[in-house]
């Protein structure tokens, strides 16, 4: 079973990537020797206009990793506690040290999220999003996950015509945005060595990896 799934992210990762040189295991060797377990999410950074894209993001953020095989410590219990301690804007952390993080949290690494773009063209059924993502270890600060570019995400149902445009901008009014993260989040983690409850876990290192800059587009 193991080795079915291990041809099977190959054939993904190669499709996606035909031309990459790169591997799991070249690009993001500190993962492999301190070997994480328990992740933070912190608040994303928004550096857009859009306020409501902080609250997407960060919702939706812990169901990938959860399936890379990583224990991810609860947003919303994290979120209460980072309030409480007047931490929850990720500015004043994610350039220092770490090490209050795993003290408190119990946390080996933690996870910073910066939007940079958000960018919705309704007519096209389209939100392009500009996302820098970087995990740094709880134990040294030192970065061992780091992907950044831009991701456009086609949320349109396939209607025609004046009156699928309409139903479209009613049927995803609210859920385009969830729909975008989503999508980002499970683009850009992808190439994320798997974590220890994964079945793959060690024994993904000579997986091709995407360049850890990318431009893309996805379907919702």
Not at 39 to 56: D, G, R, S
Not at 104 to 130: M, N, P, Q
Not at 188 to 208: I, Q, R, T
Request: proline residues 3%; contains cysteine; hydrophobic residues 35%.
């Amino acid at each position: 079973m193991k080795n079915y799934l291990l041809i099977f992210l190959a054939s993904i990762a190669l499709a996606s990537c035909s031309v990459s040189k790169h591997t799991r295991g070249s690009l993001y060797s500190k993962m492999y020797e301190e070997k994480p377990n328990t992740i933070l999410v912190m608040p994303p950074i928004n550096n857009t206009n859009h306020a409501e894209a902080k609250e997407y993001f960060y919702s939706s953020l812990a169901k990938p990793l959860c399936e890379k095989g990583y224990y991810v410590i609860s947003p919303f219990l994290a979120m209460d506690l980072l309030k409480q301690e007047s931490a929850y804007d990720s500015e004043m952390f994610i350039n220092g040290s770490q090490k209050t993080f795993q003290n408190f949290f119990g946390a080996d690494a933690i996870l910073y999220t910066t939007i940079t773009k958000w960018e919705k063209k309704s007519l096209l059924s389209k939100i392009t999003v500009g996302i820098e993502y970087t995990l740094k270890s709880a134990h040294t600060g030192e970065v061992l996950f780091d992907r950044s570019g831009e991701l456009s995400v086609d949320y349109s149902s396939g209607n025609n015509g004046l009156l699928g445009l309409a139903i479209d901008a009613i049927t995803t009014a609210t859920s385009d945005k969830i729909v975008a993260a989503r999508r980002c989040n499970k683009f850009v983690l992808f190439d994320m060595p798997e974590g220890k409850y994964s079945p793959l876990y060690e024994k993904d290192a000579d997986l091709k990896a995407s360049d850890k800059t990318f431009k893309g587009s996805v379907k919702k």
